[in-house]
C-alpha cells in the first residue's frame, strides 16, 4: 500500500511540475507596506536535508523585501505525511508571502538553496478590500511558520514572540488567537503557577516579553513599602532527646540557604568532572540538547575557583569536608552561591584560594577586575569584582571554615552567624534529617533545601525582584532585536525614543519600578543596576525597600493562595552513595531522597488516585528489559489495583520509527514488543469504552480489538499487547510478589546498552537530535530572513540575543556552504553516511531500579543507577545500606523463550484473589 502511494504520488509531481516551471507571483503596492506573494519550483538539487531545515531565503536587488513566511508544498502532502513517505516524494514548489516597499519593479531572487532569480512589478490594488485580504493572508502564513517553529524550538521563543508583537502594533493587525500551551503562559504569573516564575522557565520569558510588548506589564515607580512576607506555619519537628551526630560544617551554614556536602573534596571533584564531561550540564547524560550554557564553567569563573592539580594531588589531606550552598540557583542569571570549606590545614587552603584569586585578577585586568579588602559586618574580606559582574567573588573566613561567594549579603550571613543557634545546623528539623540520613552512612552527596529556603524563595524581595530582573532581560533582548529590525529597513542610528516613535519598541520602554534602565558599555547592552545578562546581580543582594501598587497587589494574591493552599513548605533531603561494582568501569550510585514532613492534601490529584504504599508488586516477566508499576484507587469501589508496563528484550524493526507520519506511529506502536497489564481484572483497562464494548474473551482467555490490539484475560491479570505471542509467552509468568519495602511506584530498566532494544533507543535519540539539529538552522535561517542579519553572522546574533551556545545534538559542527544567495548553515552531520550515533544515556547507563512511597508524613524515593565510566576510580567501598538487596549491577534475565507449543489450558482463573 505504501508503496502504490508513493507511486502514485511521483505521477502526480509529473503531472504537476510542468505547470510550476515558471514562478507565479503577484505584489500589491501599499502603504508602508506593500504585499506579495511568489511561487516557486524546487531544483533537483534542493532535496534532501536542506530542504528539510527550511534553509530557504528571498533577497531583493535594493533590499526592500521584508518579513517573510514560507510555505512548502507537496502533491498530495497530507496523505505523504499521513504515510510517512516525506522522503519518497520532497515538496515540489514553495510559496513566499512577504511585505515590501516601493512601486518599481522588484528583483527577487528566492533560493531553496539554488538561486533562482525573478523580476515581478508591483500594481495599485483594484480597490482596498483586495490588500487587505493579501495582508491577512500574509498574516496568517506568517504566524503559521511561527507555530511551526515552535514545535521545535528548543530554545526561548525571544525572536518570534517579538517580530508578531511588533508588526501587529505597526500594522494594526490582531494578534493570533492564543493556542492553549500560549494561554497557560500568559497565566505564568498567577499565585498557583509561581513555581514557574521561581524556575524562569521559558514559559514565564516568553509571557514577560509579550506583556512588555503589549505595554501590559508593570511599569509604575516603586512608591509604596515592601509587603509582609507570608506567615507561614511552622514545620513540626522536635528535637530529639538523645544527641544527633552532625557535621561541623552545618554549622557554618545560614539556615536559608540550600546545602549540598560532599564530605571531601574528592567527591566534589568527581562530580565536577562527570559535569565537565558533560558539556557543564548533567541534562547532557540524557540527551543531547541544541544549546549549551556551561553553567559550571560560568560558576567557576565567577567565584575564581578554578580546580588546581594540587587540589586534585593533596585535596583531601587539605579540605577535612567541602560543601556547596545559595540562596538559589540561578546560575543562569546569576546566582546566590557559593564554596563552603574546612580545612585540614588553613594556610593551605586559603593560599590556594588566594592564588586563584590573583591569577584571575591578571587574567581580567581588561574587563576591569579588581582585588581589594572591603569590610562586611565589621571584619575585613577579600572582593574580586569586574564591572559587568562576570567574576563576583568574596572570600571570608571564620576559623577552620572558609567561604567563597558571589553574594555579599550570604559573606555577611557567614560572619555573623551563630553557630550554636542560629546556623542550619542547629535547627530541629536538620537534627531530624540527620536522623534519617545519619552522617555514619558517609554519602558521597548529602542534599538539603530547608523550609527556610523554599520560604525564601517566595519572600517579597524574591518575587519581586525575579519580576523585575525578568523585565531587566527582556528590555535588553527587546533593544537588540528593534535596533536590527529598524536597521533591516533601512534606519540606523536611531536613538531609543525615536525606535519607541516608530513602534519597533513599546511606548512603556525603559519605565521600570526601581529606575534601573539599558545602558551601553564598550559595546555591550547591560542592566544599570544588574550588570550583564547571564551575570546578574544576585537577587539576595538586590535590596527591594519600595513597590508600586500592582506589584504589591501581585505579591498579596501570591500570599493569599499560600496562606489558604500552601501555607508550609515541606523541607527536602537526599543522600546519594556512589561505590565500585566491578573492575570493568561499572560504579553504582544509590539514592534515598525524601520530602519530610510531607501533607498530602496539598498535591491534590498528584497524590488523590494512588493508594497506600504497600509490599505486594507484579513481578518482572523473565526477558523484560524494563517494568514501570503503580497502584491506583478503584473509582467507586476501595480496590486497588496494580498496573504494570513492560518491555520485552526482542529485535524491534527500526524503519517502522524512522520516517515519522500518522501510519509509521501507529505501526511503530504495533511493533513494540511491550504490554500493559492490571491485576485484578477488571481493572481501568477494561473501562475503556472501545475495549470493553468488544466481544467476550475465547477458550483461552484472548480478545482482538481494532488496530491490531490484543488482550487476554489470565490468572485474575487482564494484559494488552499488539502482539499475540507476546501475550502467549508473558501472561502465565505473571505474578505477584513481595518487595521488602512498600511503595506506590517501581520501575526497573536493565542494561540496554548492548540488548536487542538498543538500535531502537538509539534510533529515537538520533531522529530527536536530528529535529534538534535542523531546528536550530532553521533558527539561523530566520534570524538573517526577518531581521536582515548577514547568514555568516546569524549564529552569533542568536547566542548573543539568548545568552546561550548552539551546538549539534548529532555531535557534529555547524558550518556555512555555498556563497551569495545560496550561502546557508549545515551541520558536518548531516552529510555523514558512516555516522554512528549512540545516545548520550546509552554511553553511560547500565541499570536501574527505583521505587516512590508516599504515607506516614514523608515521601521516600530510593533508586540505584549502575554507570559506566571510562576511567573510573581504583578504589570505591560498599555502602553499610543497600535498598535492593543486590551488589551487582541491574542486568535484564535474557532467558531465551521456549519454543512455540501448542496453546496451553489455562487454570481456572482467580480473579480478585489475594496473594
Same mark, same amino acid.
Given at each position: 500500500?505504501?508503496?502504490?502511494?508513493?507511486?502514485?504520488?511521483?505521477?502526480?509531481?509529473?503531472?504537476?511540475?510542468?505547470? !510550476?516551471? #515558471?514562478?507565479?507571483?503577484?505584489?500589491?503596492?501599499?502603504?508602508?507596506?506593500?504585499?506579495?506573494?511568489?511561487?516557486?519550483?524546487?531544483?533537483?538539487?534542493?532535496?534532501?536535508?536542506? !530542504?528539510?531545515s527550511s534553509g530557504f531565503s528571498i533577497h531583493e536587488a535594493d533590499n526592500r523585501i521584508f518579513y517573510p513566511a514560507f510555505e512548502k508544498q507537496r502533491v498530495l502532502g497530507f496523505l505523504q505525511a499521513l504515510a510517512g513517505i516525506d522522503a519518497?516524494?520532497?515538496?515540489? @514548489?514553495?510559496?513566499? *508571502?512577504?511585505?515590501?516597499?516601493?512601486?518599481?519593479?522588484?528583483?527577487?531572487?528566492?533560493?531553496? =538553496?539554488?538561486?533562482?532569480?525573478?523580476? /515581478?512589478?508591483?500594481?495599485?490594488?483594484?480597490?482596498?478590500?483586495?490588500?487587505?485580504?493579501?495582508?491577512?493572508?500574509?498574516?496568517?502564513?506568517?504566524?503559521? #511558520? /511561527?507555530?511551526?517553529?515552535?514545535?521545535? #524550538?528548543? *530554545? =526561548?521563543?525571544?525572536?518570534?514572540?517579538?517580530?508578531?508583537?511588533?508588526?501587529?502594533?505597526?500594522?494594526?493587525?490582531? +494578534?493570533?488567537?492564543?493556542?492553549?500551551?500560549? +494561554? &497557560?503562559?500568559?497565566?505564568?504569573?498567577?499565585?498557583?503557577?509561581?513555581?514557574?516564575?521561581?524556575?524562569?522557565?521559558?514559559?514565564?520569558?516568553?509571557?514577560?516579553?509579550?506583556? !512588555?510588548?503589549?505595554?501590559?506589564?508593570?511599569?509604575?515607580?516603586?512608591? $509604596?513599602?515592601?509587603?509582609?512576607?507570608?506567615?507561614?506555619?511552622?514545620i513540626i519537628a522536635p528535637r530529639p532527646v538523645n544527641a544527633v551526630p552532625i557535621e561541623p560544617l552545618a554549622k557554618a551554614v545560614p539556615p536559608d540557604c540550600f546545602y549540598v556536602r560532599f564530605g571531601k573534596l574528592s567527591n566534589y571533584l568527581w562530580l565536577n568532572k562527570l559535569i565537565d564531561e558533560n558539556g557543564g550540564d548533567l541534562g547532557m547524560m540524557i540527551a543531547s540538547r541544541g544549546v549549551k550554557i556551561g553553567l559550571n564553567e560560568v560558576v567557576q569563573k565567577q567565584l575564581a575557583l578554578k580546580q588546581s592539580e594540587l587540589s586534585e594531588l593533596f585535596g583531601d589531606t587539605v579540605v577535612a569536608d567541602v560543601a556547596l550552598i545559595g540562596r538559589d540557583a540561578y546560575t543562569r542569571e546569576g546566582a546566590a552561591i557559593g564554596m563552603l570549606f574546612q580545612a585540614k590545614a588553613n594556610d593551605l587552603l586559603a593560599n590556594d584560594i588566594n592564588t586563584n584569586r590573583k591569577e584571575a585578577l591578571r587574567l581580567n585586568k581588561k574587563l576591569g577586575a579588581k582585588l581589594e579588602t572591603i569590610k562586611v559586618a565589621g571584619q575585613e574580606i577579600s572582593a574580586l569584582t569586574t564591572p559587568d559582574n562576570t567574576i563576583r567573588s568574596f572570600y571570608a573566613q571564620r576559623g577552620d571554615f572558609h567561604l567563597v561567594t558571589s553574594s555579599r549579603t550570604i559573606a555577611e550571613q557567614f560572619i555573623t552567624l551563630n553557630a550554636e543557634t542560629e546556623s542550619l545546623g542547629a535547627t530541629a528539623e536538620f537534627l531530624q534529617a540527620r536522623m534519617l540520613l545519619p552522617l555514619k552512612r558517609e554519602d558521597t552527596i548529602f542534599c538539603y533545601m530547608s523550609s527556610q529556603f523554599f520560604q525564601g524563595l517566595y519572600s517579597p524581595q524574591y518575587r519581586v525582584e525575579l519580576r523585575r530582573r525578568l523585565r531587566a532581560t527582556t528590555e535588553i533582548e527587546l533593544l537588540k532585536l528593534a535596533r536590527a529590525a529598524a536597521m533591516n529597513e533601512g534606519l540606523v542610528n536611531f536613538t531609543d525614543e525615536e525606535l519607541i516613535a516608530n513602534g519597533y519598541l513599546p511606548t512603556s520602554f525603559g519605565r521600570r519600578p526601581d529606575g534601573s534602565h539599558v545602558v551601553e558599555f564598550?559595546?555591550?547592552?547591560?542592566?544599570?543596576?544588574? %550588570?550583564?545578562?547571564?551575570?546578574?546581580?544576585?537577587?539576595?543582594?538586590?535590596?527591594?525597600?519600595?513597590?508600586?501598587?500592582? &506589584?504589591?497587589?501581585?505579591? &498579596?494574591?501570591?500570599?493569599?493562595f499560600h496562606v489558604s493552599h500552601w501555607s508550609q513548605m515541606d523541607p527536602l533531603m537526599a543522600g546519594i552513595y556512589r561505590f565500585k561494582l566491578d573492575d570493568k568501569g561499572t560504579e553504582r550510585l544509590t539514592i534515598d531522597a525524601r520530602m519530610t514532613p510531607f501533607v498530602q492534601e496539598k498535591y491534590g490529584m498528584l497524590t488523590e488516585r494512588l493508594g497506600p504504599p504497600i509490599k505486594r508488586q507484579i513481578a518482572p516477566a523473565p526477558g523484560d528489559v524494563a517494568m514501570i508499576q503503580f497502584v491506583l484507587k478503584g473509582d467507586f469501589d476501595n480496590q486497588l489495583y496494580h498496573y504494570g508496563v513492560g518491555l520485552q528484550d526482542v529485535p524491534f524493526p527500526i524503519d517502522s520509527y524512522a520516517n515519522g507520519g500518522l501510519l509509521n506511529t501507529l505501526r511503530m506502536m504495533q511493533s513494540t514488543p511491550g504490554y500493559l497489564t492490571a491485576w485484578p481484572k477488571p481493572g481501568l483497562i477494561d473501562r475503556i469504552p472501545v475495549i470493553g464494548q468488544m466481544a467476550a474473551p475465547d477458550q483461552y482467555g484472548y480478545s482482538q480489538f481494532p488496530l491490531g490490539l490484543w488482550r487476554r484475560e489470565y490468572n485474575g491479570f487482564s494484559t494488552l499487547s499488539?502482539?499475540?505471542?507476546?501475550?502467549?509467552?508473558?501472561?502465565?509468568? $505473571?505474578?505477584?510478589?513481595?518487595?521488602? *519495602?512498600?511503595?506506590?511506584?517501581?520501575?526497573?530498566?536493565?542494561?540496554?546498552?548492548?540488548?536487542?532494544?538498543?538500535?531502537?533507543?538509539?534510533?529515537?535519540?538520533?531522529?530527536?537530535?536530528?529535529?534538534?539539529?535542523?531546528?536550530?538552522?532553521? *533558527?539561523?535561517?530566520? /534570524?538573517?530572513?526577518?531581521?536582515? !542579519? =548577514?547568514?555568516?553572522?546569524?549564529?552569533?546574533?542568536?547566542?548573543?540575543?539568548?545568552? $546561550? &551556545?548552539?551546538?549539534? =545534538?548529532?555531535?557534529?559542527?555547524?558550518?556555512?556552504?555555498?556563497?551569495?544567495? #545560496?550561502?546557508?548553515?549545515?551541520?558536518?552531520?548531516?552529510?555523514?553516511?558512516?555516522?554512528?550515533?549512540?545516545?548520550?544515556?546509552?554511553?553511560?547507563?547500565?541499570?536501574?531500579?527505583? @521505587?516512590?512511597?508516599?504515607?506516614?508524613?514523608?515521601?521516600?524515593?530510593?533508586?540505584?543507577?549502575?554507570?559506566?565510566?571510562?576511567?573510573?576510580?581504583?578504589?570505591?567501598?560498599?555502602?553499610?545500606?543497600?535498598?535492593? %538487596?543486590?551488589?551487582?549491577?541491574?542486568?535484564?534475565?535474557?532467558?531465551?523463550k521456549p519454543e512455540k507449543k501448542g496453546e496451553e489450558i489455562p487454570p481456572p482463573k482467580t480473579q480478585g484473589q489475594e496473594f
Amino acid at each position: 500500500m505504501r508503496i502504490w502511494i508513493a507511486l502514485f504520488g511521483i505521477m502526480a509531481m509529473t503531472l504537476v511540475s510542468a505547470s !510550476v516551471q #515558471a514562478a507565479e507571483a503577484v505584489a500589491i503596492s501599499g502603504q508602508p507596506f506593500g504585499v506579495g506573494q511568489i511561487t516557486v519550483s524546487f531544483q533537483k538539487a534542493d532535496f534532501g536535508d536542506p !530542504v528539510d531545515s527550511s534553509g530557504f531565503s528571498i533577497h531583493e536587488a535594493d533590499n526592500r523585501i521584508f518579513y517573510p513566511a514560507f510555505e512548502k508544498q507537496r502533491v498530495l502532502g497530507f496523505l505523504q505525511a499521513l504515510a510517512g513517505i516525506d522522503a519518497v516524494t520532497p515538496p515540489q @514548489r514553495l510559496t513566499v *508571502y512577504f511585505l515590501f516597499t516601493g512601486n518599481e519593479p522588484l528583483n527577487i531572487t528566492v533560493s531553496t =538553496p539554488t538561486p533562482q532569480t525573478f523580476r /515581478v512589478t508591483p500594481t495599485p490594488p483594484p480597490h482596498e478590500s483586495m490588500l487587505t485580504a493579501m495582508e491577512l493572508l500574509w498574516w496568517r502564513k506568517y504566524h503559521e #511558520a /511561527v507555530r511551526d517553529q515552535k514545535e521545535s #524550538a528548543n *530554545y =526561548p521563543m525571544v525572536m518570534e514572540t517579538y517580530l508578531t508583537a511588533m508588526l501587529s502594533r505597526r500594522l494594526g493587525l490582531p +494578534m493570533p488567537p492564543l493556542s492553549k500551551s500560549d +494561554m &497557560e503562559n500568559q497565566d505564568a504569573f498567577s499565585p498557583d503557577q509561581s513555581v514557574f516564575v521561581l524556575m524562569n522557565s521559558d514559559k514565564v520569558r516568553a509571557a514577560e516579553m509579550r506583556s !512588555v510588548m503589549m505595554d501590559e506589564s508593570i511599569t509604575a515607580p516603586a512608591d $509604596l513599602p515592601t509587603p509582609r512576607p507570608i506567615n507561614w506555619t511552622d514545620i513540626i519537628a522536635p528535637r530529639p532527646v538523645n544527641a544527633v551526630p552532625i557535621e561541623p560544617l552545618a554549622k557554618a551554614v545560614p539556615p536559608d540557604c540550600f546545602y549540598v556536602r560532599f564530605g571531601k573534596l574528592s567527591n566534589y571533584l568527581w562530580l565536577n568532572k562527570l559535569i565537565d564531561e558533560n558539556g557543564g550540564d548533567l541534562g547532557m547524560m540524557i540527551a543531547s540538547r541544541g544549546v549549551k550554557i556551561g553553567l559550571n564553567e560560568v560558576v567557576q569563573k565567577q567565584l575564581a575557583l578554578k580546580q588546581s592539580e594540587l587540589s586534585e594531588l593533596f585535596g583531601d589531606t587539605v579540605v577535612a569536608d567541602v560543601a556547596l550552598i545559595g540562596r538559589d540557583a540561578y546560575t543562569r542569571e546569576g546566582a546566590a552561591i557559593g564554596m563552603l570549606f574546612q580545612a585540614k590545614a588553613n594556610d593551605l587552603l586559603a593560599n590556594d584560594i588566594n592564588t586563584n584569586r590573583k591569577e584571575a585578577l591578571r587574567l581580567n585586568k581588561k574587563l576591569g577586575a579588581k582585588l581589594e579588602t572591603i569590610k562586611v559586618a565589621g571584619q575585613e574580606i577579600s572582593a574580586l569584582t569586574t564591572p559587568d559582574n562576570t567574576i563576583r567573588s568574596f572570600y571570608a573566613q571564620r576559623g577552620d571554615f572558609h567561604l567563597v561567594t558571589s553574594s555579599r549579603t550570604i559573606a555577611e550571613q557567614f560572619i555573623t552567624l551563630n553557630a550554636e543557634t542560629e546556623s542550619l545546623g542547629a535547627t530541629a528539623e536538620f537534627l531530624q534529617a540527620r536522623m534519617l540520613l545519619p552522617l555514619k552512612r558517609e554519602d558521597t552527596i548529602f542534599c538539603y533545601m530547608s523550609s527556610q529556603f523554599f520560604q525564601g524563595l517566595y519572600s517579597p524581595q524574591y518575587r519581586v525582584e525575579l519580576r523585575r530582573r525578568l523585565r531587566a532581560t527582556t528590555e535588553i533582548e527587546l533593544l537588540k532585536l528593534a535596533r536590527a529590525a529598524a536597521m533591516n529597513e533601512g534606519l540606523v542610528n536611531f536613538t531609543d525614543e525615536e525606535l519607541i516613535a516608530n513602534g519597533y519598541l513599546p511606548t512603556s520602554f525603559g519605565r521600570r519600578p526601581d529606575g534601573s534602565h539599558v545602558v551601553e558599555f564598550d559595546g555591550q547592552l547591560r542592566d544599570s543596576l544588574r %550588570g550583564a545578562p547571564g551575570n546578574f546581580l544576585p537577587i539576595a543582594d538586590v535590596p527591594v525597600t519600595s513597590v508600586n501598587l500592582e &506589584e504589591a497587589r501581585d505579591f &498579596e494574591r501570591v500570599r493569599e493562595f499560600h496562606v489558604s493552599h500552601w501555607s508550609q513548605m515541606d523541607p527536602l533531603m537526599a543522600g546519594i552513595y556512589r561505590f565500585k561494582l566491578d573492575d570493568k568501569g561499572t560504579e553504582r550510585l544509590t539514592i534515598d531522597a525524601r520530602m519530610t514532613p510531607f501533607v498530602q492534601e496539598k498535591y491534590g490529584m498528584l497524590t488523590e488516585r494512588l493508594g497506600p504504599p504497600i509490599k505486594r508488586q507484579i513481578a518482572p516477566a523473565p526477558g523484560d528489559v524494563a517494568m514501570i508499576q503503580f497502584v491506583l484507587k478503584g473509582d467507586f469501589d476501595n480496590q486497588l489495583y496494580h498496573y504494570g508496563v513492560g518491555l520485552q528484550d526482542v529485535p524491534f524493526p527500526i524503519d517502522s520509527y524512522a520516517n515519522g507520519g500518522l501510519l509509521n506511529t501507529l505501526r511503530m506502536m504495533q511493533s513494540t514488543p511491550g504490554y500493559l497489564t492490571a491485576w485484578p481484572k477488571p481493572g481501568l483497562i477494561d473501562r475503556i469504552p472501545v475495549i470493553g464494548q468488544m466481544a467476550a474473551p475465547d477458550q483461552y482467555g484472548y480478545s482482538q480489538f481494532p488496530l491490531g490490539l490484543w488482550r487476554r484475560e489470565y490468572n485474575g491479570f487482564s494484559t494488552l499487547s499488539f502482539h499475540r505471542e507476546i501475550l502467549q509467552y508473558v501472561t502465565p509468568q $505473571l505474578s505477584l510478589a513481595e518487595d521488602d *519495602y512498600p511503595a506506590q511506584a517501581r520501575i526497573h530498566i536493565g542494561d540496554i546498552s548492548d540488548a536487542n532494544v538498543t538500535p531502537l533507543a538509539n534510533a529515537m535519540a538520533q531522529s530527536w537530535a536530528k529535529k534538534g539539529s535542523l531546528s536550530n538552522v532553521r *533558527y539561523f535561517q530566520q /534570524v538573517s530572513n526577518q531581521l536582515g !542579519v =548577514p547568514i555568516g553572522k546569524a549564529k552569533d546574533f542568536a547566542e548573543d540575543l539568548l545568552a $546561550l &551556545e548552539f551546538v549539534c =545534538p548529532l555531535n557534529g559542527k555547524y558550518e556555512t556552504v555555498g556563497k551569495g544567495d #545560496a550561502e546557508r548553515w549545515q551541520s558536518t552531520a548531516w552529510g555523514d553516511e558512516k555516522l554512528e550515533f549512540e545516545a548520550n544515556f546509552m554511553k553511560w547507563f547500565r541499570g536501574l531500579n527505583a @521505587r516512590v512511597s508516599m504515607g506516614d508524613g514523608q515521601v521516600v524515593l530510593n533508586a540505584e543507577i549502575d554507570m559506566w565510566r571510562e576511567k573510573a576510580e581504583p578504589t570505591l567501598k560498599l555502602p553499610t545500606f543497600n535498598f535492593f %538487596g543486590s551488589g551487582t549491577p541491574a542486568k535484564p534475565k535474557t532467558e531465551k523463550k521456549p519454543e512455540k507449543k501448542g496453546e496451553e489450558i489455562p487454570p481456572p482463573k482467580t480473579q480478585g484473589q489475594e496473594f
